[in-house]
């Protein structure tokens, strides 16, 4: 049972460049989130979904995108990468929204570096 | 004002230690609140899940809610080495999308 599955681990970025992180859940969850992760600064949700066809920003959406054409997968996407976006990138998923649904599983999370 | 407030420490405690970490929040619609624990360079994961207030025990860990002073606390007995992590806490109310603190590092020496 895989869970969440994130790919790449770790990537290596030139500022301008753009690059998809894959997220892929077996679990059949109808949430789907990303959130990103700065040192000491907890989890912040840049967009997420309610299900196939359907997506919103979060906190910080700027400079990202993301699609969710399957129930399993949700990738983001960066474009035009600049240093700020250098963070370990987090993908999760639920069974439904809030509480007693709302146990968010992540994946092992994706860290970029934007040089 | 955050909505969500945690110190991010580190707390740094000997083996055996009774911890208490805490978060305070402002909005008084939470229903839900729940701790994460994320080891180092791995992902959150559910540690303990509370509705409303009241207490909460799952072994060497209790989860309580305060809702008059909008205050949670999870409590570690018997610290172990291994309980050394990030812990965050987590709100939300209704269906919608849980907030998150910052996280508190945890620092559990032999």
């Known amino acids: 049972n895989a869970g969440v599955t994130q790919t790449p681990k770790f990537r290596i970025l030139k500022i301008g460049q753009s690059m998809t992180l894959q997220c892929a859940q077996d679990?059949?969850?109808?949430?789907m989130y990303w959130y990103r992760q700065d040192p000491g600064m907890g989890l912040k949700l840049i967009y997420y979904?309610?299900?196939?066809?359907?997506?919103d920003k979060g906190e910080v959406p700027n400079g990202y995108n993301v699609s969710r054409s399957t129930t399993e997968d949700f990738p983001l996407r960066l474009e035009l990468a600049a240093p700020s976006q250098t963070s370990v990138y987090f993908c999760?998923?639920?069974?439904?929204?809030?509480?007693?649904?709302?146990?968010?599983?992540f994946g092992e999370g994706s860290r970029l570096t934007v040089l | 004002q955050k909505e969500v407030e945690q110190d991010p420490g580190p707390l740094s405690v000997p083996e055996g230690a009774i911890v208490s970490l805490n978060c305070t929040y402002s909005?008084?619609?939470?229903?839900?609140f729940m701790w994460y624990r994320q080891y180092s360079r791995k992902g959150p994961e559910l540690l303990m899940y509370?509705?409303?207030?009241g207490n909460k025990e799952d072994g060497r860990f209790t989860a309580q809610v305060d809702k008059s002073s909008k205050y949670i606390s999870l409590f570690i007995r018997d610290s172990q080495p291994s309980d050394s992590a990030t812990y965050l806490c987590?709100?939300?109310?209704?269906?919608?999308?849980?907030?998150f603190g910052r996280g508190t590092s945890l620092i559990v020496h032999p």
């Open positions: 999760a998923s639920s069974p439904g929204g809030g509480g007693v649904t709302g146990e968010l599983f």
């Open positions: 679990m059949n969850h109808n949430y």
């Open positions: 979904s309610v299900g196939a066809g359907i997506t």
């Open positions: 909005n008084s619609a939470f229903q839900y």
């Open positions: 509370t509705y409303s207030s």
């Open positions: 987590a709100m939300a109310r209704g269906s919608y999308i849980p907030t």
